[in-house]
């Protein structure tokens, strides 16, 4: 090579080491373009439709705009900006949180071959640093027309609730549904610890209703086969149900509140707070077991004013569910509600508290059973739907809960229902009985028609007969008194209801110090 023409190489490569000005300009506008998704007319639809952007709920859901966003150039080239996903990792309160948002202005938030790729991604960076996931979902489901690449082999759209599974019980999972999640894609909000549906919006469905219609014959309407309010009363898939997006977002920060970022680490402890102003809890619990009261205002009177997280209230309310705090440390809620079916319980209510128990063990959140029982509703009817079955799942997440328990028997607390709300052979921490208590196999008026059937019915005067009845339902009801008990080591303590919050207070404080320990197996066989 002659020496000139080294000269000029050379003077080549000082001039290519030089940055294009055009680059980072062309990168500015990318990005800027990027992030406002799908097209114009796209992003009006869903505006004019009450629903936000999926950057707009960001900016609601983070404490600021310091978050970091993963592939949002993925398959820009091909007019599909982050291809209909967004993957962010930002705070929540201070904490770090990973965030996988559906972008519905980009083909409907329809799942695509990097769709997938960076969802799986952000679940494992998420499980690995510890953080919680946020599903905020609103897609049209997988295309059909990248399915070949996607759907069938180890690396495909299933790899999405295979991590789901893997990662549950490790950091918390919660999804909310501001629009359509159908056919695969219903399986997350199903595999997630909360879902958040909004009224009017979201819908989850396996089967649209023309695929039933064609399938089966059936003609229904989309909100009747999965909309928001069928799956918050009926289904209970949805565990919230909100009005609009902002108020889910909003939801989704004050289930976080109560949360610890993963299963080894503490529930966040938040300063103490009076109850709200009202009636005592003395006053709201009536001394007769015929007279019914509000089990919600009994929790309202008891945790920190504004506490309170009702955990799927539309469903099956004949049990109470849901977070709250005492003096400021979270705790989770299980009681029987006398408003409802007189608090017994069905196989509906049995699943929901079961599920609320493993998630409450699952997050080091202690739990406060609040009794009131007349134990598990009877009949053909729950019979055919399985109550021994259901009953025997709410059993067992009870007997392998490991995180605190306190027991505190408020009213009546009969048969199998004192069981399956942690009594006393279940092992909990303590028992707790207010002076109303009254544990027993069964109740005075059962316990007197098994006993003397056959003499009430050879009694053929009917006041003669009422009066017998009348004399051995004083008899047994003196059986059960609370003193009894106590008297029997059968409770920890008999406590004022109005002593009740400072008495949990301490011993929730005291409970928590102790190691929590998990059977030690490979499998437990849960109950169908």
Not at 37 to 64: M, T
Not at 81 to 96: H, K, L, S, T
Not at 104 to 123: D, H, L, M, P, Y
Not at 256 to 285: H, Y
Request: hydrophobic share 45%; proline share 6%; charged share 25%.
């Amino acid at each position: 090579m002659s020496e000139a023409t080294i000269v000029e190489v050379e003077d080549l490569a000082v001039e290519g080491a030089a940055p294009d000005p055009t680059v980072h300009e062309q990168l500015a506008e990318k990005l800027a373009s990027a992030r406002l998704g799908g097209s114009e007319k796209n992003r009006k639809k869903i505006l004019a439709s009450g629903k936000l952007l999926v950057r707009q709920r960001l900016e609601i859901l983070f404490d600021d705009e310091n978050y970091i966003e993963d592939g949002l150039l993925a398959r820009y080239e091909e007019g599909l900006p982050g291809d209909a996903v967004v993957i962010a990792f930002g705070r929540i309160d201070g904490r770090e949180v990973c965030v996988i948002a559906n972008d519905f202005s980009v083909k409907a938030g329809t799942w695509g071959n990097r769709t997938f790729e960076k969802i799986i991604q952000a679940q494992e960076k998420a499980n690995a640093a510890g953080i919680p996931i946020v599903y905020l979902f609103d897609s049209a489901g997988a295309r059909i027309d990248e399915q070949f690449e996607s759907f069938a082999g180890r690396h495909a759209w299933g790899n999405i609730f295979y991590n789901q599974v893997q990662i549950s019980g490790r950091v918390p999972q919660v999804c909310a549904l501001f629009g359509p999640s159908p056919a695969g894609s219903a399986y997350v909000p199903a595999l997630c610890d909360m879902t958040i549906m909004v009224r009017g919006h979201a819908t989850a469905y396996l089967g649209s209703p023309r695929l039933a219609e064609m399938v089966t014959g059936e003609k229904v309407t989309l909100e009747e086969m999965g909309g928001a309010e069928m799956h918050c009363t009926v289904s209970g898939l949805g565990d919230v149900l909100v009005e609009d997006d902002e108020e889910a977002l909003n939801a989704i920060r004050v289930w976080l509140s109560f949360l610890p970022a993963n299963w080894e680490t503490p529930a966040p402890v938040a300063p103490a707070i009076e109850p709200r102003p009202g009636r005592s809890l003395q006053d709201i619990v009536p001394l007769r077991e015929a007279e019914v009261f509000d089990m919600e205002e009994f929790v309202e009177s008891l945790v920190d004013e504004g506490s309170w997280f009702p955990y799927k209230e539309l469903f099956a309310p004949e049990m109470l569910t849901g977070f709250a705090r005492i003096n400021g440390r979270p705790v989770g809620l299980v009681g029987n509600q006398p408003r409802h079916m007189g608090g017994s319980i069905f196989p509906n209510s049995s699943d929901k508290a079961a599920r609320f128990i493993w998630i409450c063990n699952a997050y080091n959140i202690p739990i406060v059973f609040l009794v009131d029982i007349a134990g598990y509703m009877i009949g053909s009817q729950v019979e055919r739907e399985g109550i021994i079955r259901h009953g025997a799942k709410m059993i067992f997440a009870v007997s392998e809960c490991r995180v605190p328990r306190i027991t505190v028997l408020v009213r009546k607390a009969y048969g199998g229902g004192y069981l399956a709300m942690s009594g006393a052979p279940m092992n909990p921490d303590a028992v707790i009985a207010l002076p109303t208590a009254r544990p027993a196999l069964m109740g005075p008026d059962a316990a007197v028609n098994g006993i003397y059937y056959n003499q009430i019915h050879e009694i053929e005067d009917p006041d003669e007969r009422r009066a017998f009845i009348a004399e051995k339902h004083a008899e047994y009801a003196e059986g059960i008194d609370v003193f009894k008990i106590a008297n029997a080591n059968a409770v920890e303590a008999v406590v004022p209801a109005n002593d009740l919050r400072a008495d949990l207070t301490r011993r929730l404080g005291l409970y928590s110090k102790r190691k929590m320990i998990p059977v030690e197996r490979r499998q437990a066989v849960t109950p169908a």
